[in-house]
Structures are given as C-alpha cells and as structure tokens.
C-alpha cells in the first residue's frame, strides 16, 4: 500500500497539537512536545521538510522567513511562542548567543587560518587537540562552514588592505 502524504491543514493541525499553549497566559512559552534534536530544539516535518519547530512557527504564524529566527526568550529552545521569536541575521544570532552565555568561540581568527593552512598536512584528530576543539570544528573550519573569511581576513590585515573592497 502506498504511503498516504498529509495535506498541509493536516500537519498543521498536528503541529500546532504538539505545542503546550497556555491561552490565558500569551507570554508564556508555547513549548514543543514532538521530537527533540540533539541541540534542544524541536524538529517536525512539513511539505517534505524538515523544519525546526520555532522556525516552522514563525513561518506559519508570523510569514516568510529571509534569514534567521531567533528566540527573545532564554534557555528555551523547543519555545514556538511567535511572540517570542523575531527574524535576523547571523549577527544577531552570534550577539544572542552570548547574551544567553552560548557564544562558544573558542578559538581567533589567526587560529582558524593557522588550521586551514594546516589542511592536507596535519589529520583533523592532531589539529583538534592542538587548539582544544572539536574534530566537527576542525572539518567545518576545512570545510568553509565555520570562520570561511579567515584565510582572507588575516591576509588583507596583514597588508593593511581590511578597508579595501
């Protein structure tokens, strides 16, 4: 038997089950009940996506979304209250990640261009342990998912070019 796909009204309906709203109370979060990831926030799927909860909130409640969707309120990431979500750019993120005491960075950006200059020469076990991170840190850094303007960063400072476009 084929698998039957659920119209949208009915994965909104299910969603929407899945929160805990308190209706007598609107500034309390609006926690999510489904499945939990790894880093706190909740995940559902709709249209054939995968969607964070507090995205997937923010885009039905709220509308579209161009950059990121962020929480005003701390500690709570399974929270899909839209009064508690606002959009912004990475930046934003970044500035309330370590508001909320998550800012995590724990190396510069000479370090990251040291460990991309390293690439090939040293495996990524050896880089991790030299700046105490993680090996996913070191492939990402590799990768240009993580500190992707370092190499040219530290070269444009070192010629005095940083105002240069």
Request: aromatic share 10%.
């Amino acid at each position: 038997m084929a698998r039957q796909i659920k119209t949208d009204e009915q994965s909104i309906d299910e969603f929407v089950n899945l929160l805990a709203v308190d209706f007598d109370n609107p500034d309390y979060c609006w926690t999510f009940s489904g499945t939990i990831l790894v880093s706190g926030y909740g995940r559902f799927r709709f249209q054939q996506k995968d969607w964070r909860a507090h995205r997937l909130a923010y885009h039905l409640f709220v509308g579209d979304i161009d950059n990121d969707v962020l929480h005003k309120c701390i500690g709570n990431r399974r929270c899909c209250n839209p009064l508690h979500l606002y959009g912004g750019d990475n930046i934003d993120n970044q500035d309330d990640r370590a508001t909320q005491g998550r800012a995590g960075r724990k190396i510069n950006m000479y370090q990251a261009t040291c460990i991309k200059s390293l690439s090939g020469l040293v495996s990524n076990n050896t880089l991790a342990c030299w700046f105490n991170i993680s090996r996913r840190q070191v492939n990402n850094i590799r990768r240009d998912k993580q500190w992707y303007r370092a190499v040219d960063n530290v070269i444009q400072t070192d010629l005095g070019m940083e105002n240069a476009t």
